[in-house]
């Protein structure tokens, strides 16, 4: 069972990523899925995706978990019976889980040129201190992208707009950590964003 990475960013934190690796047969052979969820992953037209969702609940597995503790609320924000804060995320081969006491959020992404097409859509404030000659300006619109999509998923909040409500401190790609805000309702949040590059891949979560 490839478990790629555990990390524990504090003592209520924990983050599992998973490498992707095994068939869609030996991913589900070994775990229970609800009958919802199993109908959800027999509609999946991507292989891809139907192994992105069973990789989660490998990593559910992981923290002790099974897919019957996990539910939905209507704004579509996971939650575990037990009441600890989850947040999920699959890109193409890795998925990751963070779980925590205090709420949470996080996002891996595959390192694409195209990012910066869409980099406007997403990025305000950030413009005033990413260069488009730095050799590593992909890294950081990826790590931006990232924290700003694990902000959403904290929030979990209707109407939150990446370009209007959310904004990254500036930050080295080797500092690994900054700090992010979502300015919403005329109230500011402040978070701890974390973040760590692999295989040309992207992670960040974040927390209080």
């Known amino acids: 069972m490839p478990l790629y990475k555990t990390l524990t960013p504090n003592a209520q934190t924990t983050v599992k990523i998973w490498k992707i690796t095994e ?4 991913l589900i052979a070994p775990i ?19 192994r ?3 990789s989660v609940r490998h990593l559910l597995a992981e923290f002790g978990y099974t897919d019957d503790d996990l539910f ?3 704004n579509g924000k996971p939650h575990l ?30 390192q694409r040129d195209k990012i910066g097409v869409i980099a406007h859509k997403f ?19 990826t790590v931006v992208w990232c924290i700003k ?3 959403y998923k904290l929030f979990a909040t209707p109407g939150l707009s990446f370009l209007k409500h959310t904004l990254v401190i500036p930050f080295t790609i080797e ?18 964003a974390e973040f760590l590059e692999f295989e040309g891949f992207t992670c960040a979560y974040v927390m209080p």
Do not use: C
């Not at 609800?34 to 509609?43: A, T």
């Open 23 to 26: 068939s869609y047969d030996e």
């Open 32 to 50: 229970t899925l609800k009958p919802q969820n199993m109908q959800r992953v027999l509609g999946m037209k991507s292989e891809l995706h139907q």
């Open 52 to 54: 992105g969702f069973l």
């Open 72 to 74: 939905y609320d209507e």
């Open 81 to 110: 019976k037990d009441g600890k804060h989850i947040s999920i995320t699959h890109s193409f081969t890795f998925s990751g889980v963070v779980v925590s006491e205090d709420v949470v959020g996080i996002d891996i992404e595959k």
């Open 123 to 141: 990025m305000g404030y950030e413009f005033e201190y990413l260069n488009k000659r730095d050799v590593d300006y992909i890294n950081k619109l």
């Open 149 to 151: 999509e694990s902000l």
């Open 175 to 192: 500092e690994a950590s900054t700090v992010s805000w979502i300015d919403y309702n005329n109230k500011k949040h402040r978070y701890q």
